[in-house]
């Protein structure tokens, strides 16, 4: 990973009932604001929210999503990238080979306007899942691009909390990790989320988050964020449509145990792991479970 400024955007998608003319308006909004934020930031990353195209619960069902969002919904976003020559990581629905079948995709755009990586969210939230009445099927695999900026993966709002998925990407080498979000919970968990994820896996996280309403009236506060690999936050937006932006400098990266300080970052997540332990255990890291404690709400 060589040093580069990386950006997280945050902005409302249209308001009321989705139409092919929202998700139009949406891609058009996200464009401009990528525009503006390389613009002010110089920025060679950006990092937009989760199913910007859209907003994260479209109020329809997955066969009228599947109609609503272009087969073509990657292409201004390719454009965009190479006009301004820059990584674009966006949150999108993106159909699925079959009518009906639709996937919460990030997809990582590089500066020439290729496609580098898709990444369809493995971890739905409950009330997007299909296998729960949702409309969004779940994904079944990770990704993690090589690019001129370093090894780049993604993780989609609620992948977040699943740290195994964070671990598969970080062992493949990934240096940043990006994660569009919708995420509702709370600021707290959400800044907990994305520390501990970087702490973890010892990654930079860049962390977009949604602002406003979606289709079905959610609301969202944004808190967009840049992390390091020691869980610093370099960079955090507010509640309101904007952009943050930080300077990465993997040199300095794990120099400290605590960020500002002289005490060295002597350990390694990854290097000291026990592995004899966890094959020892295996059938317990990748048997079913569930939490010891009643659970509220559907």
Not at 103 to 128: C, I, Q, S, W
Request: proline residues 8%; glycine residues 12%.
């Amino acid at each position: 990973m060589r040093p580069f400024v990386a950006a997280a955007v945050q902005f409302a998608p249209e308001p009321g009932p989705l139409s092919a003319g929202s998700v139009r308006a949406n891609i058009t909004k996200a464009v401009e604001w990528t525009g503006r934020c390389v613009s002010g930031s110089g920025a060679e990353l950006v990092v937009l929210p989760e199913s910007c195209t859209t907003g994260f619960n479209p109020g329809v069902s997955a066969a009228e999503l599947w109609e609503l969002v272009p087969g073509d919904v990657t292409e201004p976003f390719q454009e965009a990238a190479r006009d301004l020559g820059v990584h674009l990581c966006f949150g999108t629905y993106e159909r699925g080979a079959v009518p009906g079948v639709v996937y919460n995709a990030a997809v990582l755009v590089g500066p020439g306007g290729d496609v580098l990586g898709t990444y369809h969210k493995t971890h739905p939230f409950r009330v997007e899942d299909a296998r729960r009445g949702g409309w969004a099927t779940p994904g079944s695999d990770v990704c993690v691009a090589d690019t001129p900026l370093g090894r780049i993966g993604m993780a989609i709002c609620f992948d977040g909390d699943f740290p195994e998925l964070w671990r598969i990407q970080a062992v493949r080498g990934a240096e940043l990790i990006c994660r569009p979000s919708a995420l509702l919970r709370s600021a707290d968990i959400w800044e907990l989320t994305c520390r501990a994820r970087a702490y973890d896996e010892h990654v930079y996280v860049v962390g977009a988050n949604a602002v406003g309403a979606d289709p079905a009236g959610t609301l969202y506060f944004g808190n967009s964020m840049i992390v390091t690999p020691v869980a610093e936050v370099v960079a955090r937006a507010a509640t309101h449509e904007g952009w943050v932006a930080a300077a990465l400098d993997p040199g300095a990266a794990m120099a400290s145990l605590t960020p500002g300080s002289s005490v060295p970052h002597g350990f390694d997540h990854l290097a000291e792991r026990n592995l004899e332990l966890y094959e020892k255990h295996a059938a317990e890291l990748f048997g079913p479970a569930s939490a010891p404690f009643p659970r509220g709400g559907a």
